[in-house]
């Protein structure tokens, strides 16, 4: 399997435009994940999902910010409109299932909003 | 709420000794432990998993341990290379809410092996 895949890897963009990020996670994995890494708070969880509907979403830091997962095998998380301190890494993880398993995560989109 | 701490944030060695990580979580209501490891600029590649009913894993020549009652794992590096060079970061799922799906991580403890 390749693995988790995001795409882009890195994304500069102006202040107030929309910016979206893609993930395909590995699959039959059941679960999925993003993730914001910031220097100051470190990797933090944004949303979760489990069979493709959201569970938790109490990490998504304002109404900017909203995530979809139309099928198993992707998912977006789209910022609109975009401000300068949303510049973080943006991961993507997945995970066969909740529970005791183990996580599995992308190589990331660099967010860069100027 | 879950905590994860890790100490040191950096340590520098020189190659070939031996190394410990540390990382204590507040909640010992968890599902696991994962050890990540993470280059500049790239994600996060797992290195090794501890199910809360276990003590210890080793793969190669990482071993990590977990004592769930006390909070505290530890990651040990032996014979370490100037590939080992990474940012090590420790995540913990689960807490006494009730959560199997969250993954709490410590801030990583930067490693530098120098040949």
């Known amino acids: 399997d390749a693995g988790v895949i995001q795409s882009p890897r890195h994304e500069v963009t102006e202040m107030g435009q929309e910016v979206t990020l893609r993930c395909k996670p590995i699959s039959g994995h059941n679960s999925l994940f993003w993730y914001r890494q910031t220097m100051m708070r470190g990797l933090e969880l944004l949303i979760y999902f489990n069979n493709n509907v959201p569970i938790d979403d109490s990490g998504m830091p304002e109404d900017r910010f909203s995530a979809k997962m139309p099928n198993a095998s992707f998912s977006t998380l789209k910022i609109q409109p975009s401000e300068p301190r949303d510049s973080a890494v943006y991961f993507c993880?997945?995970?066969?299932?909740?529970?005791?398993?183990?996580?599995?995560f992308g190589q990331g989109t660099r967010l860069t909003v100027v | 709420k879950q905590e994860v701490t890790q100490i040191p944030a950096a340590l520098s060695v020189p190659e070939g000794e031996n190394l410990v990580l540390n990382c204590s979580f507040t909640?010992?209501?968890?599902?696991?432990l994962q050890w990540f490891r993470q280059d500049p600029g790239k994600g996060l590649t797992s290195l090794l998993l501890i199910q809360s009913s276990q003590r210890e894993q080793t793969s190669g020549r990482l071993n990590a341990s977990l004592d769930k009652s006390s909070g505290r794992s530890t990651l040990y590096i032996a014979a370490s290379q100037p590939g080992d060079s990474a940012t090590y970061l420790c995540?913990?799922?689960?807490?006494?809410?009730?959560?199997?799906?969250?993954?709490?991580f410590g801030k990583g403890t930067l490693l530098t092996v120098n040949p």
């Open positions: 993880a997945s995970s066969l299932k909740p529970g005791n398993t183990e996580a599995f």
């Open positions: 995540a913990v799922k689960g807490d006494s809410g009730g959560s199997n799906y969250k993954l709490t």
């Open positions: 909640d010992s209501a968890i599902y696991n």
